[in-house]
Structure formats: C-alpha cells, structure tokens
C-alpha cells in the first residue's frame, strides 16, 4: 500500500510563550516493510535551533527551540509511505509461551539481551494482579504465544469499550481494568502489561492507521484513525520475530499501519512534547489523515 500522511498538532496559549523547547517523534522509520519515499516537518513559529538524534530505542527524534514570542505553535508532518502486507506465521505452530518466557528470563543471563529489556515494567504498562489473572485465562499451559496472545487481542476488543471520555493520557493500567473502557494507547498499554506480567517481551509502537477502509462508511472504518494509532508488539521468538497486534481494531497488523517509533510505552515516544516559558492554561488539536495513494 502506497499512503499520503498529513499529521498537524496545534497549541494555543492564554498568554505569550517567551521560549519553548519541543521533543518531537515524528520522523518516519524506513523499516523492512516501510519505505519512507518522501517526509517533511515543519513549524510555525520556525524553529531557531534544531537538532536530529536517535534515542535508546533507535527511533528518528528531532528537538527544536523556539526563541520569539507566541501564543501558537504548530507542527506539520507530511510524508508519503510504502507499506507492505504482512503474512503472519500459523498461531499454533509459534513456540509454547512458557519457552518463549524461560529464554527471555535465563539464569539471570537471557538468551535474546536486546528483546528481555521489553519484559521489565515501564511506568506507564504496570501489570495489576487482575489484569495478570485475565491475560491467564488466554496463556493456558503449553498453548503457542501467537495462539494465546492473538486470543487476549480479541478478548479485549470484545470486552473493553472504546471510549475516548473514558481515560487520560495518564490513566493507569489498573484504572483502565476496572473501567474497561479507554483508546488505543489504554489497550495497547493494557495488553502489553499483561504480556510483561506473565514473563514475556512487549513493546509499544506509536504510529497511523489507515483513516478509512476501502468501501466503508466513514462512521464504521477502523477505531483510532482521526490521531496517531497505538499498538503493541510481542516478541515471538527468533523464528518469528516481533509480531504486531492491534487490540483496538482485533488485528494483526499488516500495510494498514504504518509505524512512526517503537519504545516500552507511550512516555517514551509521544509524538510532540515540550517545556514552556510563560503560555499559561492552553488548548492542543491534532488532526490525522493516513490515505491511500490511487
């Protein structure tokens, strides 16, 4: 699938900003299946100082520095993308979970180092004994990991109400099981919880989801896709690699997604964030369209 992208975040402040410093994960990846063909951000007002790093995680990040007063700041990504459909292995010929668990823990001494780092909590995915009792009833004994985490997908998606007036960008995990209502980012830091309690690799990625599906009333496309998407990852084992599951929608995701940073939750990696001097009480507005090019 071949996509336009046009992402706008928009701050508007009560009084005037003197100088502001921004962090911003925005720079597509160009990945096995994502070929990055052309990407532009820009910002009104324009950046006096701008700086192009990689983080921990090696996603694209770029910093800026406004230094002339305003009460408005906008940020403007254009981009166009090439995805590629994803074929997922058989979910019953993946390994049993309870390996995939044992050679990420090791004798203190994990077979796959650079996978285990997703296994531990991150501040904003701590599992909650309920939630580790719910993701069980999919994790039985010697069941494959696909099979069962395929199955926890399609639980939450039946049993958590998507719901935008439900959580923050803050709720905890815990919260969002008593509510079982939230987004994306709540399912997506919900079932990656799960996963870590029981012992196994889950990673947050950020990114887009097609806006609207080819045929569909707008009113019925998929969930999520009038901001930037949220999903999680979980670690396979090296026959299979990292497979990415989208419990809002009940996907595994293939070329409807398109990935813009990968971390151990949404702290890591949001989109836009930033330190003010002055501004006062302020209203932010994003808007998303991920569309496929004819």
Known sequence: MKYR???????????????????LHLALPDLPRQR???????TSPTAGRVIEQRDHFGNRVTCLTLEESHT??????????????FLP????????WEEIRDALAGD????????????????????????IQYALQSFTAGRPVLAAARDLTQRIFTDFRYDPAATEIFTPVAAVMQ?????????????????????????????????????????TGLRGADASHAWLSVWCGPDHG???????????????HVVAAIGRDYGDISPVRGVVLGG???RIGVAVELLPLS
């Not at 990292?242 to 293939?254: A, E, G, R, V």
Request: proline letters at 7%; hydrophobic letters at 35%.
């Open 5 to 23: 992208l046009r992402h706008t975040t928009s701050y508007s402040y009560s009084w005037a900003v003197d100088i502001s410093h921004h962090m």
């Open 36 to 42: 990055v063909k052309s990407s532009a951000v820009s």
């Open 72 to 85: 408005r700041f906008d940020v403007e990504l254009r981009a166009e993308i090439e995805v590629d459909a």
């Open 89 to 96: 292995p058989d979910p019953s010929a993946t390994p049993a």
């Open 108 to 131: 203190g001494f994990p077979e796959m180092v650079l996978e285990s780092e997703f296994v531990h909590d991150s501040p904003l995915a701590l599992p909650s004994d309920d939630a």
């Open 179 to 219: 509510k079982r209502a939230g987004v994306c980012q709540d399912f997506a830091h919900l079932q990656i919880a799960m996963l870590r309690g029981l012992g196994l690799a889950a990673r947050y990625v950020s990114g887009y989801i097609r806006t609207q599906k080819t045929g569909d009333d707008p009113e």
């Open 242 to 256: 990292w497979i990415d599951l989208d419990p809002t929608n009940n996907l595994i995701c293939s070329d409807e």
């Open 280 to 282: 006062g009480p302020h």
